[in-house]
């Protein structure tokens, strides 16, 4: 049985940093495609960021670029976000997605994929 488990959330002032990790089990070799989304209660989840295996592709949403980083560490089927310069509009809680296309990555693919049950965030202001 394939699961997620993310760990690393907590709350921090505006300004902060927090470091996420995802840690994939139950599953034969490497998932090609992993990320991260977040969600606020009342609304749809949004896509933060993924990485392709190698990091040969990488993709930020606009809201996070340049304050997110995503990695991962293909030996351990494991996918980190470390986040810095927090606001507040950056709390929810934070998903990781995983999935095996091909050489295909992206967040409509992990809309598909295995899901953990998420780390919670909260940025006060």
């Known amino acids: 049985q394939v699961q997620l488990v993310e760990s690393g959330g907590g709350s921090v002032e505006t300004g902060g940093s927090l470091s996420l990790s995802c840690v994939a089990s139950?599953?034969?070799?490497?998932?090609?495609?992993m990320g991260w989304y977040r969600q606020v209660p009342g609304k749809e989840a949004e896509g933060v960021s993924y990485?392709?295996?190698?990091?040969?592709?990488?993709w930020y949403a606009d809201s996070v670029k340049g304050r997110f980083t995503i990695s991962r560490d293909n030996t351990e089927n494991t996918v980190y976000l470390q986040m810095n310069n927090l606001k507040p509009e950056d709390t929810g809680t934070y998903f990781c997605?995983?999935?095996?296309?091909?050489?295909?990555?992206?967040?409509?693919?992990?809309?598909?994929?295995?899901r953990g049950q998420g780390t919670q965030v909260t940025v006060s202001s």
């Open positions: 997605a995983a999935r095996n296309w091909g050489d295909q990555c992206s967040m409509e693919l992990l809309d598909g994929g295995y």
């Open positions: 990485i392709y295996i190698g990091g040969k592709k990488i």
């Open positions: 139950g599953y034969t070799g490497d998932f090609a495609c």
